[in-house]
C-alpha cells in the first residue's frame, strides 16, 4: 500500500474509473444491440418491466425480465464467493475481476462465432445478454463491497446529484480530500459517458467484437491492478464475531 493514503486514493480512483468506462459500454452494445435490456443499470430494465405490465406498445418485456433474473443470479454468485473468500482470507477483488472479464470474454467469443459482426439469432441474443447481465451482477456486488466512495462503476444518479451539489456550493478552498471526492464524482459520470459512446461505436464491428474489446479492456484493467500494490484499496474491517 502506498505510504501516501492521498495518492493511493487517486490510484484506486483511476482503477474504478476505468471499469465505469467498461460499464457504459457494455450498457450500450446490449441495449443498442442485445434487444434493448440493460446490463448494468438494473434499475433500468425494471423501470422497462412497469412499463411493459401495462402494456405500452413497442417497450420490451422479455429481455428486461430476463436481464434482470441473470442481474440478481451474477449478485448472489458474487456475495457467496466474496464471503468465502474473506472466510479463507484470501484477496477477493483481483478474482472478481477475473471473473468478470472471463464471462464477458465467453459471450463475445459465442456472439461472434454465432453471428460474426452481424446481428445474432433470438436464441442466442438472449443468452448472450443473460451472460453479460450476470457478469454485471457479479461485478455490482463486487464493487459494494470494495466501497469506493462515489465509485460504484454501474449507476450514475446519486454520484451526479452529488456533483451538482458541490458545483452549486461555494468554497473558497476546498480541501485535498474535498478535490479528490469531486474528481471522483466527475469521472463517474463522465466515465459512463465516455463508455456509452465507446461502446456505440464498438457496436458498429457486431456484439461479440465489441464486447470482446471490452472484455480485453478489463483484463488489462486487472492485470495492472493485481501488480501494482499502491492500486489496491485498504481491506476494510470485518465486525467481531458474536
Known amino acids: 500500500m502506498s505510504a501516501d ?4 486514493q487517486v490510484r484506486i480512483s483511476l482503477v474504478m474509473s476505468a471499469l465505469t468506462v467498461s460499464a457504459g459500454a457494455v450498457d450500450a452494445v446490449t441495449f443498442l444491440g442485445l434487444g434493448h435490456a440493460f446490463a ?3 434499475t433500468g430494465n425494471v423501470l422497462l418491466l412497469g412499463f411493459g405490465a401495462v402494456g405500452t406498445a413497442g417497450v420490451p ?3 428486461p425480465a430476463e436481464a434482470v ?3 440478481v443470479v451474477g449478485a448472489a454468485a458474487a456475495n457467496t464467493a466474496i464471503a468465502r473468500a474473506r472466510g479463507r482470507g484470501r484477496r ?3 478474482r472478481v475481476l477475473v471473473a468478470e472479464a472471463a464471462v464477458l470474454a465467453a459471450a463475445g467469443g459465442y456472439a461472434t462465432a454465432v453471428g460474426g459482426t452481424g446481428a445474432l439469432p433470438g436464441s442466442s441474443e438472449a443468452l ?3 451472460l453479460v447481465a450476470g457478469a454485471m451482477g457479479w461485478r455490482s456486488r463486487g464493487m459494494l463491497e470494495a466501497g469506493v466512495p462515489d465509485m460504484p462503476t454501474t449507476v450514475a444518479q446519486i454520484t451526479l446529484v452529488k ?3 458541490d458545483l452549486l456550493s461555494i468554497h473558497a478552498a476546498p480541501s485535498p480530500h474535498q478535490v479528490l471526492v469531486r474528481a471522483r464524482r466527475s469521472a463517474t459520470v463522465l466515465g459512463m459517458f465516455a463508455g456509452g459512446a465507446a461502446g456505440a461505436l464498438l457496436l458498429r464491428l457486431g456484439a461479440g467484437p465489441a464486447l470482446l474489446a471490452v472484455a480485453a479492456f478489463e483484463a488489462c484493467v486487472t492485470a495492472v491492478y493485481a501488480r501494482t500494490v499502491q492500486l489496491r484499496p485498504p481491506e476494510r474491517p470485518q465486525p467481531a464475531p458474536a
Open 5 to 8: 493514503p492521498t495518492r493511493g
Open 40 to 42: 448494468a443499470l438494473a
Open 61 to 63: 418485456v422479455a429481455r
Open 69 to 71: 433474473a441473470a442481474f
Open 92 to 94: 477477493w477483488f483481483v
Open 128 to 130: 448472450v445478454a443473460a
Open 163 to 165: 456533483l451538482l451539489a
